[in-house]
């Protein structure tokens, strides 16, 4: 993945609902599940937010809590 995905997903996911600092940073926690089943999403509007919800009974621990923190704010 280019380094401008990865910053186009990074801005997504913090200007979708931002995390609090006690909890797990969704860009760090989700770039391999991003990688691995919504590579071909492009970012804006959710998107990828939506596809890695989509993908949620697959998706590693440590994104499902960062996801969870997200949603909590």
């Not at 913090?14 to 770039?31: E, H, I, L, N, T």
């Not at 999403?41 to 919800?53: D, Q």
Request: glycine fraction near 10%.
């Amino acid at each position: 993945m280019s380094k401008l995905s990865f910053v186009a997903i990074a801005l997504v996911i913090a200007f979708s609902g931002g995390v609090s600092a006690q909890s797990s940073d969704p860009r760090g926690a989700c770039k391999a599940d991003y990688d691995k089943f919504c590579a071909g999403v492009a970012p804006g509007g959710g998107r990828v937010v939506a596809c890695l919800n989509g993908k949620r009974d697959q998706l590693s621990a440590a994104c499902k809590t960062a996801i969870d923190s997200r949603k909590k704010q």
